[in-house]
């Protein structure tokens, strides 16, 4: 069964940078990182999820930013260290969320629909 562990939130000032990291597990069946497409998503308190960033399966050659932090936000792979992670630059306080992350089988790019989730993690951003 695929696990997916986020771990590098925690408080920061506006202004400052965080690079979360999200580690995957196949188990016994889930099969190889290489295998999924991988996204981040966050939830702020009293709000609804919301896409980040997504990266095709593979050796990640496509990448899709949200609107709303492109240019600040990143998506990138690691599958030699089957880890996903979200470098965020620029931080601001509406950026206050859980973050997580997920995957998705067989996708080249994928702003929906995710199958397994992560347990995410808290990033705050103070002033």
């Known amino acids: 069964q695929v696990q997916l562990v986020e771990s590098g939130g925690g408080l920061v000032q506006v202004g400052d940078s965080l690079r979360l990291s999200c580690a995957f597990s196949?188990?016994?069946?889930?099969?190889?990182?290489?295998?999924?497409?991988m996204g981040w998503f966050r939830r702020a308190p009293g709000q609804e999820r919301e896409f980040l960033a997504a990266?095709?399966?593979?050796?990640?050659?496509?990448?899709y930013v949200a609107d709303s932090v492109k240019g600040r936000f990143t998506i990138s792979r690691d599958n030699a260290k089957n880890t996903v992670y979200l470098q965020m630059i620029s931080l601001k306080e509406e950026d206050t969320a859980v973050y997580y992350c997920?995957?998705?089988?067989?996708?080249?790019?994928?702003?929906?629909?995710?199958?397994?989730w992560g347990q995410g993690t808290q990033v705050t951003v103070s002033s």
């Open positions: 997920a995957a998705k089988p067989y996708m080249g790019l994928a702003v929906q629909g995710y199958d397994y």
């Open positions: 196949g188990g016994t069946s889930g099969g190889t990182f290489e295998g999924y497409a």
């Open positions: 990266i095709s399966w593979r050796n990640g050659d496509g990448t």
